[in-house]
């Protein structure tokens, strides 16, 4: 289908939440920080299927992107939804500060909601350490966005969030309990602003 602001075809399932999750995040503008720079590097950490990315790349154009998407399914739609931009990449993936062996633990939960953890039962999916994204973007990320139901309280120690100049992330405390605490001396530690954009939190580090 085709969406205002969007400049290329949109996948959207009808059997999944992607038509709500489509509105929260190309009409609401959820995920789309104010920024005072115009990043180069963008890393979409639980892109689902790319709602997120379409709209940075709509904004941003000249920004090298990386969409990590562990679930299968989801990855499918991304690619699906990326392919006609070059500067685009799709990691599927599970963003994890180590290479072990990760599992989503419900994967037949909606697909907005799959969480990964560190385990042998669940479904098995590959493993992209902070270090190798940072690599292959070519240095310190301008702008991360993190949506991935939990892990986010794993990573804040790890060179791709000491190093970027932007943050758009959903904590999810229900999940891990303490995030929010983590995530705020992280911010603290950083010296970083952070101002509410709806379901997300936009940090802006000095």
């Known amino acids: 289908?085709?969406?205002?602001g969007i400049p290329s075809r949109v996948w959207i399932?009808?059997?999944?939440?992607d038509f709500a999750?489509?509105?929260?995040?190309?009409r609401d503008r959820e995920c789309l920080p104010s920024l005072s720079f115009e990043p180069r590097s963008i890393v979409d950490l639980g892109a689902n299927v790319g709602y997120c990315s379409l709209l940075y790349v709509a904004v941003w154009p000249r920004a090298k992107?990386?969409?990590?998407?562990?679930?299968?399914?989801n990855a499918r739609i991304l690619r699906r939804?990326?392919?006609?931009?070059?500067?685009v990449?799709?990691?599927?993936?599970?963003?994890?500060?180590?290479?072990?062996?990760v599992v989503i633990e419900n994967p037949e939960a909606l697909t907005v909601s799959f969480r990964t953890k560190s385990e042998h039962l669940g479904l098995t999916v590959p493993v992209v350490t902070p270090d190798e994204l940072v690599h292959a973007v070519g240095g310190p990320v301008d702008l991360i966005k993190c949506d991935i139901e939990g892990a986010e309280g794993l990573l804040f120690d790890t060179t791709l969030f000491t190093t970027c100049r932007a943050l758009v992330i959903e904590l999810?405390?229900?999940?891990?309990?303490?995030?929010?605490e983590l995530f705020r001396r992280y911010v603290h530690k950083r010296k970083g602003s952070i101002l509410p954009l709806g379901e997300y939190l936009t940090v802006i580090f000095h």
């Open 1 to 4: 289908m085709r969406v205002r």
């Open 13 to 17: 399932r009808r059997d999944a939440s």
């Open 21 to 26: 999750l489509l509105r929260k995040i190309v």
């Open 65 to 73: 992107i990386l969409c990590v998407e562990p679930h299968p399914d």
């Open 81 to 87: 939804n990326l392919r006609p931009y070059t500067n």
């Open 89 to 101: 990449h799709v990691v599927e993936a599970a963003c994890w500060p180590r290479k072990e062996t």
């Open 172 to 180: 999810h405390e229900r999940y891990y309990p303490g995030v929010t």
